[in-house]
Nanobody, 120 residues
């Protein structure tokens, strides 16, 4: 099992910045990828950014150039630096850890979610 604890959400003005953090505990040794998803009211949860063990990051087109994902493996923590926040960015942001166990398969773990609100 993997437990994820997020922090860093809040209210910011449009154009401002926020930094989200997510720390994993438990069976962290088998985590392949950590990432951030978001879900706005009435919409499906969508990938924002992800970083696998090899460091090749992936971003949603809507956040490229504004958001940066990074990972500190020594601290089992993933960060999402969000700059130039826009009115379309508000959502609940969820940390995700994807774990592969060869014998049994793939597993996804989720944090509790942190609210990001952008005021215009």
């Amino acid at each position: 099992q993997v437990q994820l604890v997020e922090s860093g959400g809040g209210l910011v003005q449009a154009g401002g910045s926020l930094r989200l953090s997510c720390t994993a505990s438990g069976s962290v040794f088998s985590i392949n990828t950590m990432g951030w998803y978001r879900q706005a009211p009435g919409k499906q949860r969508e990938l924002v950014a992800a970083v696998p063990n090899d460091g090749n990051t992936t971003y949603a087109d809507s956040v490229k150039g504004r958001f940066t994902i990074s990972r500190d493996n020594a601290k089992n923590t993933v960060y999402l630096q969000m700059n130039s926040l826009k009115p379309e960015d508000p959502a609940v942001y969820y940390c995700n850890a994807h774990r592969t166990i060869l014998a049994t398969g793939h597993y996804d773990y989720w944090g509790q979610g942190t609210q990001v609100t952008v005021s215009s």
